[in-house]
Structures are given as structure tokens and as C-alpha cells.
């Protein structure tokens, strides 16, 4: 089990930045692949990136490729999503996720982004 807390959401507009946080608490960080996903109104939830246990590698979706930066702090066990060069259909609430795979995935209650135009 790990508890998932978003944070630094807001409202901004087009061109800004914003940079995400979400702390882990529970079973040992590193046990884990952490993600970040997104859900639009009327939307499905989709897939925005990713990175490993180590944090060596990570993952985007090609919306975001180039523009967010996904990282995480094992001490503070913390991931981040820095996004830059924010669009207004970047807007939805954010979520962080924490996959424990094949035991478990967790999910944070989100916090919402909201770029305007």
C-alpha cells in the first residue's frame, strides 16, 4: 500500500509552467514505477509519462515530449512533472500514480491544471 498526494496545480496561461509534485508515503519508493496521467472533462484519463525504480529511464506521451520533464527524489520520495510551454489543452486534472506491478497500482486524488488561452 502507498498513499499518493499531488500538489502545485493552478491556473495559468498559455506559454507558462507549472511544476507537479507528488508525495509517496507507505512501502519502500523504489518499489515502484512512477507515472503521471491526465483526464480532460468528458475525456477518457490518458497516459502523460513516466520513469523507472532508479530514475534512469523515462517515458512521455507525444503530447508532451519536449515539453515536460518527468523526475523523481528518492529521499524526499517525491515525483515531479515540470511542464513548460503549457497549452490550453493541457488543461485536466493531473494524477499520479505508482505502479507496483504485478501487486498493485495506486492512484493520488489529483490536482487540477487549467491553461487558458
Known amino acids: 500500500q502507498v498513499d499518493l498526494v499531488e500538489s502545485g496545480g493552478g491556473m495559468v496561461q498559455a506559454g507558462d509552467s507549472l511544476r507537479l509534485s507528488c508525495a509517496a508515503s507507505g512501502r519502500t519508493f523504489t518499489d515502484y514505477v512512477m507515472g503521471w496521467f491526465r483526464q480532460a472533462p468528458g475525456k477518457e484519463r490518458e497516459y502523460v509519462a513516466s520513469i523507472d525504480k532508479s530514475g534512469d529511464t523515462t517515458y512521455y506521451a507525444d503530447s508532451v515530449k519536449g515539453r515536460f520533464t518527468i523526475s523523481r527524489d528518492t529521499a524526499k520520495r517525491t515525483v515531479y512533472l515540470q511542464m513548460n510551454s503549457l497549452k490550453p489543452e493541457d488543461t485536466a486534472v493531473y494524477y499520479c500514480?505508482?505502479?507496483?506491478?504485478?501487486?498493485?497500482?495506486?492512484w493520488g486524488q489529483g490536482t487540477q491544471v487549467t491553461v487558458s488561452s
Open positions: 500514480n505508482a505502479d507496483w506491478s504485478p501487486y498493485g497500482v495506486y
